[in-house]
């Protein structure tokens, strides 16, 4: 059974820092490109950041410079460390796996094969 758990989210205060973790089993990690998506209250997914199976890593813009993903192929996990987190921010938080990401200019599109159940992350004074 391929399962994808995430874990991480809470409250936090705007400006503050947090990290996500998703533990993958039942599939092959090491060989999946994994992904980090989120909606927000009231609105559609919205693409956050993805990271190959080399590591290559891609941001969607209003996260650069602010969120920062990595993977640990022998934990089967795929992380995502935020910082300075802004109202905007929040969401549930899923992770998703695909065999192979799309060509860069598609990867906000990217459909996946796996899907973790989510993470709620709430941004607030």
């Known amino acids: 059974e391929v399962q994808l758990v995430e874990s991480g989210g809470t409250l936090v205060q705007p400006g503050e820092s947090l990290k996500l973790s998703c533990v993958s089993s039942?599939?092959?990690?090491?060989?999946?490109?994994m992904s980090w998506v989120r909606q927000a209250p009231g609105k559609g997914f919205e693409w956050v950041s993805s990271?190959?199976?080399?590591?290559?890593?891609s941001y969607r813009d209003s996260v650069k410079g602010r969120f920062t993903i990595s993977r640990d192929n022998e934990k089967n996990t795929v992380y995502l460390q935020m910082t300075m987190l802004q109202p905007e921010d929040t969401a549930v938080y899923y992770c998703?796996?695909?065999?192979?990401?799309?060509?860069?200019?598609?990867?906000?599109?990217?459909?996946?094969?796996?899907w973790g159940q989510g993470t709620q992350v709430t941004v607030s004074s």
């Open positions: 039942g599939f092959a990690f090491d060989i999946y490109d």
């Open positions: 990271i190959t199976t080399r590591g290559s890593a």
């Open positions: 998703a796996a695909v065999r192979t990401l799309p060509l860069p200019s598609l990867i906000p599109t990217a459909t996946y094969d796996y």
